[in-house]
């Protein structure tokens, strides 16, 4: 059965850091495209960062420059590396597989059942 | 950035009652937009790809249609289990972007 479990989140104070987990099962990490999508209380779907198969990694310009995704072979795992973050970065952060087709078409996301970050002094 | 509106942002129906949710987007995408329900406290999960292809134990009430900028999601005779909040997704390039989302309740 594939399965995504995030940890990591928590309560955070403004300008600090936190490093979130996102443990898979049934399916490699390294032979997959992985997301990082958060959704702030009460609000819609926010895409953060994707990294590719190959390594390749993309970011929203909201979070660029403060957020690194990575991955650990090793472990089955993915990372979100949160640096200097701020009150509007509060929000649940999912980790997400994508779903692509035998011709490498971006069919959609099954996605975990999310970790809560919450940034405040 | 391509840009999802999606419309209405609310609506009260019936269980019973034929339900349609627009989503447009700002330029054209192909066929490349997916569809998600999220209930109160849980993960999305995708009901449609590629604009019109239901997942696997999506129940066939669920429709989804379109292609360019003009998509739409019908749920031709809401359940109670159906009562949620939608987002439609675009996949055709990144940052991938979401609708602002539309939530079903019960009239």
């Known amino acids: 059965e594939v399965q995504l479990v995030e940890t990591g989140g928590g309560l955070i104070q403004p300008g600090g850091s936190l490093r979130l987990s996102c443990t898979a099962s049934?399916?490699?990490?390294?032979?997959?495209?992985m997301n990082w999508v958060r959704q702030a209380p009460g609000k819609g779907l926010e895409w953060v960062s994707v990294i590719y198969a190959g390594g390749n990694t993309f970011y929203a310009d909201s979070v660029k420059g403060r957020f690194t995704i990575s991955r650990d072979n090793s472990k089955n795992t993915l990372y979100l590396q949160m640096n200097s973050l701020r009150a509007e970065d509060t929000a649940m952060y999912y980790c997400?597989?994508?779903?692509?087709?035998?011709?490498?078409?971006?069919?959609?996301?099954?996605w975990g059942q999310g970790t809560l970050v919450t940034v405040s002094s | 950035d391509i840009q999802l509106t999606q419309s209405p942002s609310f609506l009260s129906a019936s269980v019973g009652d034929r339900v349609t949710i627009t989503c447009r987007a700002s330029q054209g995408i192909r066929s490349s937009l997916a569809w998600y329900q999220q209930t109160t406290g849980k993960a999305p999960e995708l009901l449609i790809y590629t604009a019109s292809t239901l997942q696997s134990g999506v129940p066939s009430r669920f429709r989804g249609s379109g292609s360019g900028t003009e998509f739409t999601l019908t749920i031709s005779s809401l359940q109670p289990e159906d009562f949620a909040t939608y987002y439609c997704q675009q996949l055709n390039s990144y940052p991938l972007t979401f609708g602002g989302g539309t939530k079903v309740e019960i009239k």
């Open positions: 997400a597989r994508e779903i692509r087709d035998a011709y490498n078409e971006l069919l959609g996301h099954s």
């Open positions: 049934g399916f490699t990490v390294s032979s997959n495209y």
